[in-house]
């Protein structure tokens, strides 16, 4: 069994930061892509940032500049440090991963946290 564990979401004022963490705990043998998705209120789930194993990232255009995204492996662990929140950042954000699990067989899946609410006060 694999979870994802989210922590960091709240509220906070427009131009300000926050930083989110998610741990992968379980019978894990690797973890291999990270990522982290939102979903506004009304909207489609949509990637913000994803990470591979040796530190490849990514970003959506609305996020560049502004977050980063960094994990660390020896913890199973991906951040995202956003800074200059916005408003229209206000959603539900949740952890991805890629998960090579010690399970009989050997299973590589895909595996969700249960999600951290960030709301952005103009």
């Known amino acids: 069994q694999v979870q994802l564990v989210e922590s960091g979401g709240g509220l906070v004022q427009a131009g300000g930061s926050l930083r989110l963490s998610c741990a992968a705990s379980g019978r894990i043998i690797s973890v291999n892509t990270m990522a982290w998705y939102r979903q506004a209120p009304g909207k489609q789930r949509e990637l913000v940032a994803a990470i591979t194993r040796s530190s490849d990232t990514n970003y959506a255009d609305s996020v560049k500049g502004r977050f980063t995204i960094s994990r660390d492996n020896a913890k199973n662990t991906v951040y995202l440090q956003m800074n200059s929140l916005k408003a229209e950042d206000t959603a539900v954000y949740y952890c991805?991963?890629?998960?090579?699990?010690?399970?009989?067989?050997?299973?590589?899946?895909?595996?969700w946290g249960q999600g951290t609410q960030v709301t952005v006060s103009s």
């Open positions: 991805n991963a890629g998960v090579v699990a010690l399970t009989i067989p050997v299973r590589d899946d895909d595996y």
